[in-house]
Nanobody, 115 residues
Framework: VQLVESGGGLVQPGGSLRLSCEASGFTFSNYLMSWYRQAPGKERELVAAIISAGGLIRYADSVKGRFTISRDNAKNTVYLQMTSLKPEDTAVYYC?????????WGQGTQVTVSS
């Protein structure tokens, strides 16, 4: 299993970014995919999750209305569209695959929201 995130960077408050996570090594369309984040000195937290068919989506309260998770099963990719970014969104963002009750993680991508 391999998960490779991309799309992080530095953005001003109020700006937008789109993160991508390309997956390989498993049947992507069969499994729950999620985005987590970890800010310095804080625990890793769930940001958003999407089931295999894309019909059930969950968001952390802190990002509802600003972030959108989606997936393209043909491209084995899950996305996180982030808008109206705030300084408190600054963190390393990780892609996660839950496969037969085991968590797999990407290497993470840094998102910094600062003026």
């Amino acid at each position: 299993v391999q998960l490779v995130e991309s799309g992080g960077g530095l953005v001003q408050p109020g700006g937008s970014l789109r993160l991508s996570c390309e997956a390989s090594g498993f049947t992507f369309s069969n499994y729950l995919m999620s985005w987590y984040r970890q800010a310095p000195g804080k625990e890793r937290e769930l940001v958003a999750a999407i089931i295999s068919a894309g019909g059930l989506i969950r968001y952390a309260d802190s990002v509802k209305g600003r972030f959108t998770i989606s997936r393209d099963n043909a491209k084995n990719t899950v996305y996180l569209q982030m808008t109206s970014l705030k300084p408190e969104d600054t963190a390393v963002y990780y892609c996660n695959a839950l496969i037969v009750n085991r968590d797999y993680w990407g290497q993470g991508t840094q998102v910094t929201v600062s003026s």
